[in-house]
C-alpha cells in the first residue's frame, strides 16, 4: 500500500537503486546480502520500498515497508494527521473505547496525565499491544497506519516521541490513576482479593529493579523483575499492581501487600492466595490485621500432611461428599494448623481428591522418571553435577572419585509415596465456609490467572524492552490499564458462552479481536472513508456479548469516518493555503 505522500529520492545512497517497469518506476532497497558459493559472491536482498512520482523524478511515494524500515520520523510531520491507510480496521477500537467509557478510564486518566499528547500515546500504546500482542514502540507507526487512533487529532506519533512519552510520565501520576481507580469500589462488604505474581525478564542493567532470582518460568539466564496484582473476583476486575525486585520471594513480599490494601482503604477483604504464600508468620499477620485467607496447600504438605491423613478413606466415594461442578470429592476438618503457638485459631481445612487428577499425575510422574532414566543412561562414565536438580530425589547416584557418575537406581519407596498422594489437595480458610464455597472461591482466580496470563501472552508483556526505570514503570502502568480493558473483554465473552450453553472457537480474546479487527472503513472514490461493510454474524455475536449492538456499532463506525474525513479536509485546505503564499 502506498502511502499519499512523497519525499526525496536519495539518490546519493547506494543502497537504494530503481526499475522501470512501466509504467511506473519503482525503488529498492537493500536490506542484505547473501552469499552464493556456487558464483562465490555475494547478492544483494532487496525489498520494494516505493516508486518514483510520476511529475517529478527527484520524488519518491513510499511504501508500508518503507515506513516499517525508517519509522514514520522518515515521513513529513504534517502526514501524520492524515496519512493512513485506505482501509483501516475500527472493530476493537471501537469495543475499547466503549469500556473506557463505561470504567471512566478516560476521567481517571485526565486527572493523572495532565498532558494531553502524554494521554493520548498512553491509550494507543494500550490498544497497540491488546491488538498486536507486542510492546515494541518501533512497530506502533505500522500498527497506527491502519488504525484509528485516540491521541490528540488522530495523530500517529513516531518511537521517539513515544520513546519521550515513557520517560516523562512520572511515578506521582501513576499513583494518582490507582487512587483514583480504586477509590470508588465498593468497600462496605467483604471483598475477595485473589493476589498472583509473575516474574518478567529484562536485558538492561541499568533497571534498578532487575535481579537475579526465582523467575517463574524457570528460565534463568538474566535478571528478573517481580509483578504482583490484586483482583477482585466477585466484581472481576484488577485492582491494582506492584513491581519488587527479583530476588524477593513472595512469601516476604505478602504483609507489604497486606499493608497497601489497607492504603487503600480496603478493610473488609479476605485474600485468596497460592501456596507460594503459604507461611506461619503470614497468616498470623493477616490475623493481626483482621483479614482473612484463602491459601491453597499440597495434600503432602508437611504442616497439613497429617490432617489429610485423617481424611483418606471416609470422603472420596461418597457421593454426599461430590462437588459436581468440578466432579472433586471434599470434606472439611476444623483444626489448628500450630497448636503449640498461642497466636493461633481454629482453621477449616478443606480436604480435596480427584481422581482424574490422580491418574494424570501419577501417569506425568512415570513418564518423567522414564525420561530422566534415558537421560542418566547417558551420563555414564561422564562428570555431573552432584544434586541433579529436583528430580536427584527419585534416584540412588553413586559417583566415582573424580565425579564421574557409576550407577543409578531409583528410589521405588519415594516414588510409591508420591504417587500415593497423588489427587490430593487442601484449601485453609480463616473463615466457616463448606468445602464446595471454598473450592469455588478458590476457582474464582481463574480470572486473575487469565488476565496475568493475557499480560505476558496477549499483551506481548513477557519482557522488558526498556533501558531506564522511568520508562519501565510506563511500559507497567500501560500494561495494567491493558489487562483491565483485556479482562473486561474475557469476562463479558465467557459470560455470554455460559449464557449461549454453547462453545465457539471465535469467542476468546485472541480469536475475538482478530475477527473484531476485520470490521473495517474504507476510502472510496471521492476520497473521503465509508463503512467498508455491515457486520458479519460472528462479528455481531461477539459485539453483543461485549454490550454493543449493531446500531451502536455502526454509529461509532459512521463517527470515525466524520472524524477522519474532517481532518483530511482541514489539511488539505491548510496544504493549499500554504501553496497559494508560496505562489504569491
Same mark, same amino acid.
Given at each position: 500500500?502506498? %502511502? *499519499?505522500?512523497?519525499? #526525496?529520492?536519495?539518490? &546519493?545512497? =547506494?543502497?537504494?537503486? %530503481?526499475?522501470? %517497469?512501466? #509504467?511506473?518506476?519503482?525503488?529498492?532497497? $537493500?536490506?542484505?546480502?547473501?552469499?552464493? =558459493?556456487?558464483?562465490?559472491?555475494?547478492?544483494?536482498?532487496?525489498?520494494?520500498?516505493?516508486?518514483? *512520482?510520476g511529475k517529478d523524478a527527484s520524488l519518491m511515494i513510499p511504501n508500508e515497508k518503507y515506513v $516499517?524500515?525508517?519509522?514514520?520520523?522518515?515521513? #513529513?510531520? &504534517?502526514?501524520?494527521?492524515?496519512?493512513?491507510?485506505?482501509?483501516? +480496521?475500527?472493530?476493537?477500537?471501537?469495543?475499547?473505547?466503549?469500556?473506557?467509557? &463505561?470504567?471512566?478510564?478516560?476521567?481517571?486518566?485526565?486527572?493523572?496525565?495532565?498532558? $494531553?499528547?502524554?494521554r493520548g500515546v498512553f491509550i494507543d500504546f494500550a490498544a497497540y499491544e491488546l491488538i498486536t500482542s507486542s510492546n515494541v514502540a518501533q512497530h506502533f507507526g505500522s500498527f497506527a497506519y491502519r488504525h484509528p487512533t485516540f491521541s490528540p487529532g488522530m495523530r500517529i506519533y513516531s518511537d521517539t516521541v513515544i520513546g519521550?512519552?515513557?520517560?516523562?510520565?512520572?511515578? *506521582?501520576e501513576r499513583q494518582v490513576f490507582l487512587d483514583e481507580w480504586n477509590k470508588d469500589k465498593d468497600k462496605s462488604k467483604i471483598i475477595y482479593v485473589s493476589y498472583d505474581s509473575t516474574s518478567r525478564h529484562t536485558k538492561a542493567g541499568d533497571i534498578e529493579e532487575a535481579e537475579f532470582g526465582k523467575p517463574k518460568d524457570g528460565q534463568t539466564d538474566g535478571p528478573i523483575i517481580n509483578q504482583g496484582q490484586a483482583y477482585d473476583?466477585?466484581?472481576?476486575?484488577?485492582?491494582?499492581?506492584?513491581?519488587?525486585?527479583? +530476588?524477593?520471594?513472595?512469601? +516476604?513480599?505478602?504483609q507489604y501487600l497486606v499493608e497497601k490494601c489497607i492504603a487503600y482503604g480496603y478493610l473488609m477483604l479476605c485474600f485468596i492466595l497460592d501456596r507460594g504464600y503459604f507461611s506461619r508468620e503470614n497468616l498470623f499477620y493477616m490475623d493481626s490485621k483482621n483479614y482473612h485467607f484463602l491459601i491453597m496447600a499440597k495434600g503432602n504438605a508437611k504442616f497439613i500432611r497429617s490432617l489429610v491423613e485423617s481424611a483418606m478413606g471416609m470422603f472420596e466415594l461418597e457421593r454426599k461428599f461430590l462437588i459436581k461442578k468440578f466432579l472433586t470429592q471434599g470434606t472439611t476438618i476444623v483444626r489448628k494448623l500450630f497448636p503449640d503457638d498461642p497466636r493461633d485459631k481454629l482453621r477449616y481445612v478443606h480436604v480435596y481428591f480427584n481422581d482424574v487428577q490422580a491418574s494424570i499425575e501419577r501417569r506425568n510422574l512415570e513418564r518423567s522418571i522414564f525420561k530422566w532414566e534415558k537421560a542418566l543412561s547417558k551420563c555414564i562414565g561422564k562428570q555431573v553435577k552432584k544434586g541433579l536438580g529436583g528430580f536427584a530425589a527419585y534416584f540412588d547416584l553413586k559417583y566415582d572419585e573424580d565425579g564421574k557418575l557409576l550407577s543409578f537406581e531409583t528410589r521405588d519407596d519415594v516414588i510409591e509415596e508420591e504417587k500415593f498422594w497423588a489427587g490430593y489437595f487442601a484449601i485453609v480458610s480463616s473463615m466457616e465456609m463448606t468445602a464446595e464455597t471454598a473450592l469455588l472461591r478458590y476457582k474464582g482466580r481463574d480470572c486473575n490467572e487469565k488476565t496475568f496470563l493475557g499480560d505476558k501472552s496477549f499483551l506481548g508483556n513477557n519482557t522488558y524492552r526498556v533501558d531506564s526505570d522511568e520508562a519501565k514503570d510506563t511500559k507497567e502502568w500501560i500494561g495494567f490499564f491493558g489487562e483491565i480493558i483485556q479482562n473486561k473483554i474475557y469476562t463479558d465473552l465467557i459470560d455470554a458462552e455460559e449464557l449461549d450453553g454453547s462453545k465457539s472457537n471465535y469467542m476468546s480474546v485472541p480469536a475475538a479481536i482478530a475477527e473484531l479487527e476485520k470490521y473495517e472503513i474504507s476510502r472510496q472514490g471521492n476520497g473521503k472513508y465509508h463503512i467498508d461493510h455491515p457486520l458479519t454474524k460472528q462479528q455481531r455475536k461477539i459485539m453483543e456479548a461485549l454490550h454493543l449492538d449493531k446500531d451502536e456499532v455502526k454509529n461509532e463506525a459512521q463517527k470515525i469516518c466524520d472524524q477522519i474525513n474532517e481532518l483530511i479536509k482541514q489539511a488539505k485546505e491548510k496544504e493549499d493555503k500554504k501553496e497559494k503564499e508560496q505562489a504569491s
Open positions: 500500500m502506498y %502511502l *499519499d505522500v512523497t519525499i #526525496p529520492y536519495p539518490d &546519493d545512497d =547506494p543502497k537504494f537503486t %530503481l526499475k522501470n %517497469l512501466p #509504467p511506473h518506476t519503482y525503488v529498492y532497497y $537493500e536490506v542484505g546480502r547473501d552469499y552464493n =558459493p556456487v558464483k562465490q559472491h555475494t547478492i544483494p536482498r532487496r525489498v520494494t520500498v516505493g516508486k518514483i *512520482d $516499517e524500515l525508517f519509522g514514520r520520523d522518515a515521513l #513529513p510531520q &504534517d502526514s501524520f494527521t492524515i496519512t493512513r491507510s485506505t482501509t483501516l +480496521s475500527v472493530g476493537t477500537y471501537i469495543v475499547i473505547k466503549k469500556i473506557i467509557s &463505561d470504567y471512566r478510564l478516560d476521567e481517571i486518566l485526565t486527572t493523572a496525565i495532565r498532558d $494531553e499528547r502524554n519521550e512519552v515513557f520517560e516523562e510520565i512520572t511515578c *506521582d473476583t466477585d466484581n472481576r476486575v484488577p485492582l491494582f499492581y506492584e513491581s519488587y525486585p527479583g +530476588s524477593i520471594n513472595d512469601v +516476604s513480599m505478602l
